[in-house]
């Protein structure tokens, strides 16, 4: 079998603007909270988040997504009104500042804030929840939106402890499965869907070699997926159990590295989407799969 093999065809459309997913894309994390894990409180301020979305969309990002409620263990919940007031400024300054032509997704599962979210400009909604939140599922099949649904158990207050799986591929297969026919029995078309497996959110170190090393399995249920691992604690453990004294502790950003090798080799397994905090990075080894893949067609 080729080392490169072309990613499924599909397709995605919001405000009369196609999403070719048949090519690699990379979306930009633009976090607008003052306490993501990462990068809590760097771009909370309008103008900030508009010079760095500016930036990821220089460096070769086609999606922003921005997210107003961190999602990290016991992280504090968000009023809706302030969810709002984080994220929707940041829209609408995004379209009057850098046009319609970048995709914007919005991190969160609150069917009021995407509603609002949507009114200023949004195209995509990004919800680690599945759309499980009252009213979530009538509020994507309302809006005729992308819709990304992400394999989570519980909360992320409790999720840990609900990382416990006979075989974690089958079982996400199945639940991710399940929950594409409880939203699309709302009325969610199948074709607004992507797939994310959940890295970060109810899995061990075991589980995330597991999906990482097997992504192709989820192909099987026909839609395109996104990815996201960026700067989490699994890629932390892979690099202490390297042995290597300079990477047994790691701050967030000193595993963009290791994150994009990751996201290469979800690229390799079918995946059309990487979401990212290191876009320069990700656009480099992107890049170089493009190239190479276009070299063996030849």
Partial sequence: MSLFQPLPTYTVTSRDKDLDLSQPHIMGILNVTPDSFSDGGQFNAIDKAVAHCQGMIEAGATIIDIGGESTRPNADAVATDEEIKRVVPVVTAIRQQLGNDIWLSIDTSNPEVIQAAFDAGADIWNDVRALKREGAPDMAAKLDIPVMLMHMRGEPTTMNNLAQYDDVINNVNTELAARIDEVINHGVKR????????????????????????????????????????????????????????????????????????????????????????????????????????????
């Fill in 191 to 298: 074709k607004n869907i992507i797939i994310d497996p959940g890295f970060g959110f109810a899995k061990n170190y075991e589980h995330h070699l597991a999906l990482l090393s097997q992504l192709t399995s989820l192909q099987t249920l026909g839609l395109p997926m996104m990815f996201g691992i960026s700067r989490k604690r699994f890629l932390a453990e892979v690099l202490t159990k390297t042995g290597v004294p300079t990477l047994a502790t790691t701050q967030p950003f000193e595993r963009d590295t290791v994150g994009t090798a990751a996201g290469i080799f979800a690229l390799q397994q079918g995946v059309s989407i990487i979401r990212t905090h290191n876009v320069a990075m990700m656009q480099q080894a992107v890049a170089l799969w493009q190239q190479l893949s276009a070299y063996q067609k030849k």
